[in-house]
């Protein structure tokens, strides 16, 4: 009511609508780590509780907003259906008693006493008729007016009302005699009905109401359950149920606004505003308080979080139980892997109750384990082992050998080198050169643990390829040859293979007493040493020589020193020219190119020392086409001069047989402008032997291209008429061990004699190295041999000294 001071409840409009959440801000952060790896980077306990917590609280929150929907949901709907009924009741209501009282003004005012008393003015009869129609409907008001307005009679049901007031608001009702009207006046507001009494014109007008006041209202809000509110058409409150003391203006401010008031809302009630058309466009404002349906809502929040709490309690609960079932097992295979990974193969299953995949898991664990650990074996074995032969490999061999010696044992070392081995290959195949191996080392297995007995520290192990090394305890004195000339029988018996019967040439070297100090590697180089010295002997084993070792280290040396000077070319190799004697003519008409070399740290170093070396490492390749091209060039220079030699140049079996020699050859040739017949090759007949076949098919393109082709040092080596008859040679060199003792030896003048007879017979010219005495030329002379050199007619010597030395027995021939 006006000027009271009612403060509103949360109010909402005539349609109900929901209470959209809210999200909370979100705050922009920038983590070091994303959420998946902070969670693996958890253990599996930490990471299963984590994940079986957050599945329980996203089902319980799940169901919170569920039921928050549907609740809300079903409150509308119920709150809908009461205001509907509500609104239904009120309407009923209303509309009975506008029944009512139009038929009681009706029948009143079609009494003819009633009519016959106000057209005779009987005040006391109009009162008494009104008076008892009022009591008969129980009507809060009767009312009769004159055609002016004037009030002519009036009862309100025991509530005082001024005339003039009455009749003011009376007359101030629009005349709808069909419909009832509320009337406002001090004492409170009616549902009044108006007709006018006809006599048979309108004589006077008679008003008959009904309370619509608080106490009526409380009525309606007993029937209906919600509190209701009579609004003038401006909005004005007339009349409501709320407690007194309510801000009726504010409240419906509020109720206007469109508010949305939901359980999760702080709002206390829903709100429906309709018009009333028979009671003179009244408005009614019906309330609906959310206070019981917030209440039981609450009531059913607090039992799921209980049961979820609950629920989560115990999931916890068992989720440890479960998880220490999962985490034993696995901290046991993780123990287990640790095992593996040490290399301790020895793994025990686990004893604790787990699951069964847990248990199958632990059992193919187990099998894992010795499947890693029979593996391992095998890969240990492969590494330490040869596996063709089953003895050791190299690496093993020199690694056992130097923590034998470290534990201060004296070992005898045994070194086995086949000679030829290649050959026996090539010759027999693959898979009989295989066996023949295979026996050969157990042949030295049998005879090493002959001599130690039941002892294992004998070693027996494959360090190359037709290399083997056997280290036994140092036997008792004096048993050590005996033990040696045992396994050399041994292994020199012939080895049968299938329908073969295989003799091999083996070389045996040995160190006696081996002893801490001597690292395995160096001990090794020594017994290979003697091995390799052994070749040259009848037996061949043959015991290390202290001081060989600093030999072989001088050859390795020289070898890289010899590789430098090949790679520098800065003069410390370098040429000499020793002159051919052209005996039927008396001219000098070829000379021989040798090659020298002074070393900065050892000076001069012989001929007869770094050309074998330059063979063994394959730098002679390089070393002849060094000698070649500086051959050429200093031909070129001579050809320009004047000069016309020819130079003989001394190859090795391995240039021949080079793939890309003649090629090589050919081009220096282009380059220099020298003629093919300007140039001898020469090539020692031992060095035929190693691959002849190939080396007779190499010299025949030498030769179809223009090169003289000479046998160098013949008779030393393991001369034939054959093997001579089928070379494509031009001359033959007779050895100098020959020439040198000629005058005194008439051996050595009966094989000269012959060889030069043989060699003219053969179409061969024939020159004799070596010659130093005059006896011996004129012996050469008389034997009509073609060509000599020596010292007797003149040393080796360089370049410019061979042109002045040329020029002076130019002139003096």
């Not at 009455?166 to 005699?177: E, N, Q, T």
């Not at 049968?496 to 083996?506: F, K, N, P």
């Not at 020439?739 to 010219?765: C, F, R, W, Y």
Request: charged letters at 20%; a negative charge.
């Amino acid at each position: 009511m006006p000027g009271s001071n009612w403060r509103p409840p949360a109010m909402r409009q005539t349609r109900w609508s929901r209470c959209a959440w809210t999200p909370p801000s979100r705050v922009r952060a920038t983590p070091s780590r994303t959420c998946s790896a902070m969670l693996t980077d958890r253990s599996l306990r930490a990471q299963i509780t984590l994940l079986a917590s957050g599945l329980i609280l996203a089902t319980v929150i799940a169901l919170l907003a569920a039921y928050w929907v549907r609740t809300g949901d079903y409150t509308r709907q119920q709150i809908e259906h009461r205001m509907d009924s509500a609104q239904s009741v009120l309407e009923q209501y209303l509309l009975s008693r506008e029944k009512l009282l139009v038929t009681a003004a009706r029948v009143l005012t079609a009494d003819f006493g009633f009519k016959q008393a106000v057209a005779t003015l009987d005040t006391e009869t109009i009162n008494s008729v009104l008076l008892n129609h009022g009591e008969r409907i129980d009507a809060d008001l009767m009312v009769l007016t004159g055609l002016d307005g004037a009030i002519l009679s009036a009862s309100a049901g025991g509530h005082a009302l001024a005339a003039p007031e009455l009749a003011a608001a009376i007359g101030a009702l629009p005349l709808r005699p069909q419909h009832s009207q509320l009337l406002r006046t001090e004492a409170g507001f009616y549902q009044v009905f108006a007709l006018p009494v006809l006599a048979p014109r309108p004589i006077a007008y008679t008003v008959i109401g009904f309370r619509a006041d608080r106490s009526a209202l409380q009525e309606l809000k007993r029937l209906t359950g919600m509190d209701i509110t009579l609004l003038a058409p401006g909005g004005d409150p007339l009349a409501t149920t709320f407690e007194p003391g309510v801000d009726m203006r504010r409240a419906l401010a509020e109720a206007g606004s469109g508010e949305a008031a939901g359980l999760l809302g702080g709002a206390s009630y829903v709100y429906r505003d309709f018009t009333l058309e028979t009671l003179g466009n009244v408005r009614v404002l019906l309330s609906a308080s959310l206070a019981e349906a917030r209440a039981g809502f609450n009531r059913l929040l607090a039992s799921i979080a209980l049961i979820g709490g609950g629920i989560l309690a115990l999931s916890l609960l068992f989720s440890q139980v479960i998880l220490r079932g999962i985490t034993r097992p696995l901290h046991h295979l993780v123990g287990l892997t640790r095992q593996v990974a040490q290399g301790d193969f020895n793994l025990q299953a686990s004893t604790a109750p787990a699951a069964a995949e847990f248990r199958e898991l632990n059992q193919a664990f187990l099998r894992m384990g010795g499947e890693i650990e029979r593996r391992e074996n095998e890969i240990i074995y492969q590494a330490e082992h040869d596996l063709l032969t089953g003895a050791l490999g190299r690496n093993t061999l020199l690694a056992r050998l130097d923590d034998a010696l470290h534990a201060g044992q004296t070992l005898l070392l045994l070194g086995v080198n086949i000679l030829r081995f290649r050959q026996l290959n090539d010759a027999v195949g693959p898979d009989n050169a295989d066996r023949v191996l295979q026996s050969l080392a157990g042949r030295l297995t049998h005879c090493a643990e002959t001599l130690a007995g039941s002892d294992a520290r004998c070693l027996v192990g494959r360090v190359g390829a037709d290399h083997f090394l056997v280290a036994v305890p140092v036997p008792a004195a004096g048993s050590a040859g005996q033990w040696l000339h045992e396994v050399y029988a041994a292994i020199n018996e012939p080895y049968v293979i299938g329908d073969l019967r295989l003799t091999l040439s083996l070389c045996l070297g040995y160190v006696e007493e081996a002893e801490a100090g001597v690292p395995a590697r160096d001990l090794l180089r020594q017994v290979f040493i003697a091995a390799g010295a052994a070749r040259n002997r009848p037996q061949r084993l043959r015991a290390y020589q202290r001081g060989e070792d600093e030999a072989y280290l001088r050859r390795l040396f020289l070898v890289e020193r010899l590789k430098r000077a090949l790679v520098r070319d800065d003069g410390a190799l370098f040429l000499t020219y020793q002159p051919k004697l052209d005996l039927a003519r008396g001219r000098i008409d070829r000379v021989e190119a040798l090659v020298r070399w002074v070393d900065d740290e050892h000076g001069f170093i012989s001929p007869d020392e770094f050309v074998p070396l330059a063979e063994q490492s394959g730098l002679i390749i390089k070393l002849t086409r060094w000698v070649v091209r500086s051959v050429l060039r200093q031909l070129a220079l001579w050809n320009a001069s004047g000069l016309h030699l020819g130079v003989a140049i001394n190859v090795s079996a391995q240039d021949i047989c080079h793939e890309q020699f003649i090629d090589s050859l050919l081009h220096e040739l282009r380059e220099s402008g020298v003629r093919h017949e300007q140039v001898t090759l020469e090539i020692t007949e031992r060095d035929l032997m190693d691959n002849e076949a190939l080396a007779v098919e190499q010299l025949t393109a030498l030769k179809a291209a223009g090169f003289r082709i000479a046998v160098d040092d013949y008779g030393v080596g393991y001369s034939s008429l054959s093997k001579l008859k089928q070379l494509p040679v031009d001359e033959l060199k007779i050895d100098k061990s020959f020439i040198l003792q000629l005058p005194e030896s008439e051996q050595d003048q009966n094989i000269v004699s012959s060889t030069i007879e043989l060699g003219h017979k053969l179409g061969l010219k024939v020159v004799a190295e070596g010659v130093e005495t005059s006896a011996g030329l004129d012996l050469l002379r008389a034997m009509r041999c073609d060509s000599v050199q020596g010292y007797h007619l003149a040393r080796p010597m360089s370049a410019e000294d061979l042109t002045q030395w040329y020029a002076s027995y130019a002139q003096t021939a």
